[in-house]
């Protein structure tokens, strides 16, 4: 699969145009999904030597993107001349801390794409899990 991740506010905490905290579990959860043989597509709104920043921060973690702000490495190249040429990305799925419902943990992210969960499937197998709440002997009113 290919996966477009976000930077700031996703990998690491907002802190633009410095680099924040990283979030917990993100670099790890990438490098899993590396390993699993997914490939990473970096998409961020950072430019130039903030962008490179970036990337050189992901890289020191041990986090390498298939490409950067862009489909491929050689994207720029192939469609330089074409009029009729999309920057849409061309991935499976995006993880970015705008998502409609705010940023899940990185656990949580591994699992939905490790057991091709949707949002919906993943809390209907959490909530089934829990035990209903013991009935009280008590009854206040």
């Not at 924040?20 to 899993?32: H, M, N, S, V, Y």
């Not at 970015?96 to 057991?115: A, C, E, F, H, S």
Request: glycine residues 6%; proline residues 4%.
């Amino acid at each position: 699969m290919i996966i477009a991740v976000d930077f700031d506010g996703t990998i690491v905490e907002h802190a633009y145009p410095k680099i924040g905290k990283e979030r917990p579990f993100a670099t790890a959860t990438l490098r899993q999904l590396q390993k699993d043989g997914h490939l990473l597509v970096l998409w961020s709104v950072r430019e130039g030597e903030l962008l490179e920043e970036a990337v050189k921060w992901c890289k020191e973690r041990g986090v390498t993107f298939y490409a950067v702000n862009k489909n491929t490495d050689e994207e720029g190249r192939e469609n330089a001349d074409n009029p009729n040429y999309s920057r849409k990305l061309k991935v499976h799925m995006f993880i970015d801390d705008r998502n409609l419902g705010g940023m899940p943990d990185w656990g949580v992210i591994y699992q939905l794409i490790t057991k091709k969960l949707s949002f919906e499937a993943y809390y209907k197998q959490l909530f089934a899990q829990q035990q209903p709440p013991k009935k009280s002997r008590w009854k206040l009113f």
